[in-house]
């Protein structure tokens, strides 16, 4: 054996440095059983969260979508009632500018009757004095029923949230597992 040979390693300590690398090998083959059985675990794991994840999902989106139907309908309920209060008083509105034109027509024709200026001045002051009444009875009733309408379409807003301000139906879906 030349001293190069004898330096390196002696036969016994070849063989006990041998050993731990095979125990370490052993070891690691070891560790890639457990880590295999631990990515079948996640796998496991993942597949449990994503199914609970789906139904979750699942039923909640059922609620929303039922939620979203409740206000479309109380939505739609709004604009027909809406819009049957805005047909009336357009209609109301034609009627009354109808009955105040044939009052001011009156009112020319009386004036042109007129044998004084006291009677002038008189049938002036009553018209302009009705005039005002009418319109200021108009605008009360009309404010009314306005408040009315405006109650009865806010009524179910207030009633029941509507489903894009619950986030209730949001709580389970995007829920992080608890530490252990």
Request: charged letters at 30%.
């Amino acid at each position: 054996m030349t001293v190069a040979a004898q330096k390196a390693t002696p036969p016994k300590a070849a063989k006990a440095a041998a050993k731990p690398k095979t125990a370490k090998a052993a070891a690691n083959a070891g560790a890639g059983a457990e880590m295999f059985e631990t990515v079948e675990e996640l796998s496991a794991t993942a597949r449990e969260q994503f199914e609970k994840f789906m139904g979750d999902f699942q039923g909640n989106s059922e609620e929303i979508r039922e939620q979203f139907e409740e206000l479309n309908d109380a939505m739609q309920e709004n604009f027909d009632r809406t819009r049957d209060y805005v047909a009336d008083v357009s209609s109301e509105l034609t009627e009354a500018a109808r009955d105040e034109v044939t009052d001011a027509v009156q009112f020319a024709n009386d004036i042109a009757k007129a044998k004084t200026l006291s009677d002038a001045l008189e049938i002036q002051r009553n018209y302009w004095t009705n005039l005002f009444d009418t319109r200021v009875e108009r605008a009360r009733d009309l404010t009314n029923r306005s408040v009315d309408v405006a109650r009865e379409n806010i009524e179910p807003m207030t009633a029941k949230t509507p489903a894009m301000f619950d986030t209730k139906a949001f709580e389970n879906l995007f829920r992080f597992p608890a530490k252990a």
